[in-house]
């Protein structure tokens, strides 16, 4: 997995980078006019079961780095192969994806076959089948005759390479990085691979293949851990964490612990946590939030709409109070008290209205001054007291009118059965008719002049339309403010103690259930099958190289973890690969381009054609070569 700087903040909040969408294809190099006429220079593949690189041995760095995998999409034409880079969306295909690789050994080699079509195509290579150019190709350590025996067979006579050479790729990176003058010394070297981790003693500047050891734990096992973890964690986000973005959260935020059951309990601590959490913003659709323009719109849209109102409530016709005063003393004791409770009402509708007025100024200078949302819901819970009250006036003088109403009609009939029954009507009987007419026609007068029922109906309906508009908005603006919040936090995960929980599985397998030692017990395992004197040898220098070995802290954690288990006052040293990933690749065209060595190294076609495909010469960056033994009948 390759390990990418993180350059924000502790406190921040992240997003995914997602490589695996945005990969740009391969391109296609041109060959070289140069090498046509020579053609002696290595082509190096470092055939890695993760990631495979590709180019030339003069070349400062490979031409092809691609991911060693192959899928054939159904839903395209004919069934096309995509290979590596050309994969537009892994996790999309995931399930069609097919590699050449079980665990670390190459075991399909029909696949094999396409990956170096596509290696030699993109290199420009053309040649009707024939690589003219010595091949390096990298291989696991203690690769199986068997499989060995393939790839030479399919590389000598389906590409009819010249020459053929074998190395591993912790041995070229050591290479790399070891001065020419101790090339051929002691080391332990620990390599860090996607399916497992090797530690490789290196004794007189050649592989003691007897006493290497491999522990079952590398990349995959790491990004599998992590993968269900964050998914047994969020599992509201399941489609989201996928193995693509798992590896990425452990490429750029995994640390290797100092020390492990110290910093774990850090962990715990919040102040501690809240420094070194890191917060992953997953893509999500956000719903249109309460923003400052949406807000401001809708007020000065409810400020026009209380100003006409107010303009409404504020047209008034003028009032007959007055003459209805004066026509009291006209009227009869009986009916007087009608008139005053009428007028009361009267009076007091008025009073309330002006409340209402008052009120619906006050909001509009709320919203101008762009009050808060408290401010807006207590005014609102007030306006809609008065609106009350005022609804409860209004029934009371429709009550009172009809009321008064009904005592002119029952008075009109009296005195119509009155004539039908053919009485006389006398002077005072007519006095008496007058008076009830007069008073009729005064209610008439104040039924169309005082505050008729049409028009309070109109105000009335505007006042409660407009009650509904402001409780809408500010319901709207505190449902969006939280709706958004909720949102974007829902759709966070949080990296904490699994960014030292996941890589502490390389010295502690047990995590996961695997009944293994860890790198550091596996080292003092292998250095108690040498001498005191070999033993400080290889102590002096241990070399770590591969993806996993750019965790951070990961040399300081095998200084503590060696400082515990050799002697007291006894020296070693730790050393990280300039480039953990790339110098595999760099080691081996650093080797093939020394002709010497390439010389004494690589297999040609007759070796292959007189000792068989599992042949290997052995050197400095090579595993043992043991023939398979034969079965005598």
């Known amino acids: ?181 101790r090339r051929y010394s002691d080391g332990l070297v620990v390599s860090f691979g996607y399916h497992n981790t090797c530690v490789l003693p290196y004794v007189d500047g050649r592989l003691d293949a007897d006493r290497c050891r491999r522990v079952n734990i590398g990349g995959s096992q790491q990004a599998a851990l992590l993968h269900r973890v964050l998914q047994l964690k969020y599992p509201g986000h399941l489609n989201s964490v996928n193995i693509s973005r798992v590896e990425e959260l452990l490429s750029k935020f995994g640390y290797v612990a100092k020390d492990f059951p110290s910093e774990l309990r850090s962990w715990s601590v919040d102040s501690y946590y809240q420094d070194h959490v890191k917060k992953i913003q997953l893509p999500f659709t956000p719903v249109h939030s309460w923003s400052d323009d949406t807000k401001q719109a809708s007020f000065q849209k409810l400020s026009k709409e209380i100003e006409e109102i107010i303009k409404m409530w504020n047209k008034q016709e003028e009032s007959n109070v007055a003459a209805l005063q004066n026509q009291w003393t006209e009227f009869q004791a009986e009916v007087l008290q009608s008139f005053e409770d009428l007028l009361q009402t009267l009076n007091k509708w008025n009073s309330l209205a002006a409340v209402c007025v008052s009120q619906l100024q006050e909001g509009i200078k709320l919203l101008k001054e762009k009050a808060d949302s408290n401010m807006l819901h207590d005014w609102l819970e007030g306006l809609k007291g008065s609106y009350h009250n005022l609804c409860e006036n209004r029934s009371d003088w429709l009550n009172q009118k009809e009321l008064l109403r009904q005592k002119f009609l029952i008075g009109d009939n009296e005195e119509g059965d009155e004539k039908e029954d053919g009485q006389e009507i006398d002077t005072e009987d007519l006095s008496e008719l007058e008076m009830k007419k007069k008073l009729q026609v005064a209610l008439e007068n104040l039924e169309e002049q005082v505050r008729p029922d049409e028009e309070e109906s109109k105000k009335v309906a505007a006042l409660e339309q407009l009650l509904r508009d402001i409780e809408a908005v500010l319901n709207s603006h505190s449902n969006q403010k939280r709706m958004t919040f909720d949102l974007a936090e829902y759709y966070q995960l949080h990296f904490g103690s699994e960014r030292i929980r996941v890589p502490e599985i390389l010295f502690q397998p047990s995590i996961i259930g695997v ?62 690969a300039g480039d953990p990933i790339l110098d595999a690749w760099r080691g081996a065209a650093k080797w093939g381009s020394n002709k010497d060595l390439f010389k004494d190294g690589a297999i040609t076609k007759a070796d292959y054609l007189e000792r068989g495909g599992e042949y290997l010469k052995e050197h400095v960056a090579s595993n043992r070569y043991y023939p398979t033994p034969v079965t005598k009948r």
């Open 1 to 181: 997995m390759a390990r990418l700087q993180d350059s924000s903040k502790a406190t921040g909040t992240h997003k995914f980078e997602d490589n695996y969408i945005s990969r740009q294809s391969e391109i296609r190099h041109q060959y070289r006019p140069s090498f046509k006429g020579d053609s002696e220079i290595p082509l190096v593949i470092d055939n890695g079961s993760y990631r495979c690189r590709a180019g030339w041995a003069n070349d400062k760095e490979p031409k092809l780095n691609f991911r060693n995998l192959v899928t054939r999409q159904r839903s395209k034409k004919d069934g096309e192969i995509q290979i590596g880079n050309n994969v537009s969306n892994l996790e999309a295909v995931r399930w069609l994806l097919r590699t050449q690789f079980d665990k670390d050994i190459v075991t399909h080699f029909d696949i094999q076959e396409q990956i170096f079509d596509y290696i030699f195509h993109h290199l420009g290579i053309e040649s009707d089948g024939q690589i003219e150019h010595p091949v390096i190709v990298t291989e696991t350590l203690c690769n199986p005759n068997y499989s060995r025996h393939l790839m030479t067979e399919l590389l000598f006579e389906c590409y009819q390479v010249p020459q053929l050479a074998y190395g591993i790729d912790s041995l070229f990176s050591f290479y790399q990085n070891t001065p020419v003058d």
């Open 515 to 576: 009944e293994q030692g860890g790198i550091t017990e596996t080292i003092e395992f292998i250095l108690t099958q040498y001498n005191a004197d070999l033993q400080s040898r290889l102590v002096k220098n241990v070399f770590l190289t591969g993806a996993v070995a750019s965790y951070p802290n990961m040399v300081e954690r095998f200084e503590t973890e060696l400082r515990a288990m050799r002697p007291f006052q006894s020296t070693f040293k730790v050393t990280r």
